[in-house]
């Protein structure tokens, strides 16, 4: 089977199916799930062609490997001012041009995103099996912006405008089946489709070989970890954590807190770290995956303070390290991924003194965080394998194949 996957993409997480990979590029650093759902397809036998956006270079480019084409579609705006301009119609259009190229190679594609990748998918619903899987819910996200710095704001809210516009023609195209990448993603897709006929639930996973029976060090500090997009974002709600983690400061001053992500040292948070001399909390910036993973297998719990998440890709990571995490009670699909308690320690996150109390019983409580690792691994086995969802994807596109085959018989 063909499967074409459209969605942002790391060429690099696939370098060893490359024989020449000097010219493999890494781009997309937060594309994981995709990353992960291209090199199981491969490892089970399939052929995968991926087209992708390269922000990188203004030319298209392919890579050839064993088993996988990447169609890198050059994306780099001519003036860096553009950067910041929505062009969600203009990427459309040439993830169409490229994938109309391609078109009768093809038996199934799977978009990622309810965006410029699915919809450049809509003229050939009625030609070919599509898949969209959704990865986030465009009203949650624009109804939580960070309204400063008030330019950026009116630019991302006009950014969501267009992607919730996009999302909607998905949802109305009654050929498209869709994904949704946790329970609470697919509670509010059978709330818009209106019943679940479409809808298949297909969890965000994490490679078999990573998931950890046991810590790869012990445990000796009282370190806390927190990753982010961007740790500025209010809806990722850092701010509360740092608020949290001075109450914990004062009655263990050897405790750290690293913050992982890109920030500005003129915003809110950063500014109330520097005012309020907040002992031993650490901007990391944005690191890369093997930097993040050290970062984790030296800390002692992972805390998760935002607010709402279509699934959270950093938890189940951390879970993979056998460390504790900390999220919220009503933050999307978190109470869902941490099976609401059985695998992570819940509380409202918009409470920092109800966070700090969280953090301090991961501290003193050993039974409780040795209990709650126990499980999260279990659950990691069983749901969050990439083993178990590459199975459900492979046989969801032999079902969706075969009915197109027999419609137009």
């Known amino acids: 089977m063909k499967i074409a996957i459209l969605a942002p993409f790391n060429p690099s997480s696939v370098r060893e199916f490359f024989v020449n990979n000097k010219d493999v590029i890494d781009i997309n650093p937060n594309a ?3 990353n992960n759902l291209v090199v199981g397809l491969l490892k089970a036998g399939e052929e995968v062609i ?3 956006l390269n922000p990188l270079c203004r030319k298209d480019k392919i890579l050839k490997g064993k088993g996988i084409i990447v169609y890198l579609i050059g994306n780099k705006p001519l003036f860096k001012l553009l950067t910041y301009v929505p062009r969600l119609s203009n990427e459309c259009r040439k993830i169409n041009t ?5 078109i009768n190679q093809i038996d199934i594609i799977h978009a990622h995103w309810a965006y410029e990748y699915a919809n450049a998918c809509l003229p050939y619903t009625q030609f070919k099996p599509v898949i969209c899987t959704f990865r986030d819910w465009p009203y949650a996200i624009i109804s939580n912006l960070s309204k400063t710095p008030l330019f950026f704001y009116y630019i991302k809210r006009l950014l969501w405008i267009q992607r919730i516009k996009m999302c909607n023609r998905v949802i109305n195209n009654q050929n498209i089946q869709l994904i949704a990448n946790s329970d609470y993603t697919y509670n509010i897709l059978e709330k818009a489709v209106g019943s679940n006929d479409r809808i298949n639930l297909i969890y965000n996973s994490i490679e078999d070989d990573n998931i950890l029976k046991k810590p790869l060090q012990p445990q000796t500090n009282a370190t806390f970890v927190s990753i982010a997009s961007s740790l ?3 809806r990722k709600n850092i701010i509360s954590l740092v608020k949290a983690f001075q109450i914990v400061n004062k009655k263990y001053s ?9 920030y500005h040292k003129d915003r809110e948070l950063y500014k109330y770290v520097k005012d ?12 890369k995956r093997n930097e993040v993973l050290s970062i984790i297998d030296n800390s002692l719990c992972l805390v998760h303070p935002s607010k709402e998440e279509s699934f959270g890709n950093t938890i189940i990571e951390s879970m993979a390290r ?10 999307g699909a978190v109470p869902y991924v941490l099976r609401h308690g059985k695998c992570g320690c ?4 918009n409470d920092y003194e109800e966070m700090a109390s969280a953090m301090l019983k991961v501290i003193e409580d050993d039974v409780y965080r040795i209990s709650l690792i126990h499980s999260a691994t279990d659950t990691l086995m069983e749901y969050y394998a990439n083993s178990v969802c590459i199975r459900r994807h492979i046989d969801l596109y032999t079902r969706e194949s075969q009915s197109y085959i027999k419609k137009n018989i």
Not at 254 to 262: H, R
Request: charged share 20%.
């Open 32 to 34: 994981s799930a995709v």
């Open 50 to 52: 991926v087209l992708t």
């Open 98 to 102: 490229c994938l109309q190229k391609i």
């Open 232 to 234: 500025d974002d209010g």
């Open 254 to 262: 050897e405790s750290k807190l690293m913050l992982i992500g890109p």
């Open 276 to 287: 309020y001399n907040i002992n031993n909390v650490f901007f990391c910036g944005p690191k």
């Open 322 to 331: 056998c460390k504790v995490v900390i999220g919220g009670k009503d933050s």
């Open 346 to 349: 819940l509380c409202d996150v």
